[in-house]
Nanobody, 114 residues
Framework: QVQLVESGGGLVQPGGSLRLSCAAS????????MGWYRQAPGKERELVAT??????NYADSMKGRFTISRDNAKNTVYLQMNSLKPEDTAVYYC?????????WGQGTQVTVSS
C-alpha cells in the first residue's frame, strides 16, 4: 500500500503562483511514476504532468507555466504553478504508479480568482 498526502492548495489571484507538494509513504518502489492530475467541476479528470526518475511529461496547456519535480530522498513530488488562470481552478490530485498498482491522493483544491 502507498499513501499520498497533498498540500499547498489554496486561493490565488490570476497571474499568481502556487506550489503543490505530495508526500508518498508506505511500500515505495524506486521504479515509479508520479504525477499530478486535476478535475474541474463538471469535467473529467485530466493529466497535468508526470515524472519518472529521468523524464517529465506535461499536458500541452500546462507547458511553460507548470513545472513538476521530485525529491526521491523524501518520496515527494512537487508542482510549481505560475501565471495561474481562472481556468486552472480545480481539485489537484497526486498519483503514484508502479508495478504494485496505482494510488491516488485525496486531492487539494486550487482556486484562481480575483
Amino acid at each position: 500500500q502507498v499513501q499520498l498526502v497533498e498540500s499547498g492548495g489554496g486561493l490565488v489571484q490570476p497571474g499568481g503562483s502556487l506550489r503543490l507538494s505530495c508526500a508518498a509513504s508506505g511500500s515505495i518502489f524506486s521504479m515509479n511514476i508520479m504525477g499530478w492530475y486535476r478535475q474541474a467541476p463538471g469535467k473529467e479528470r485530466e493529466l497535468v504532468a508526470t515524472i519518472t526518475s529521468g523524464s517529465t511529461n506535461y499536458a500541452d496547456s500546462m507547458k511553460g507555466r507548470f513545472t513538476i519535480s521530485r525529491d526521491n530522498a523524501k518520496n515527494t513530488v512537487y508542482l510549481q504553478m505560475n501565471s495561474l488562470k481562472p481556468e486552472d481552478t480545480a481539485v489537484y490530485y497526486c498519483k503514484y504508479s508502479s508495478w504494485s498498482g496505482d494510488y491516488w491522493g485525496q486531492g487539494t483544491q486550487v482556486t484562481v480568482s480575483s
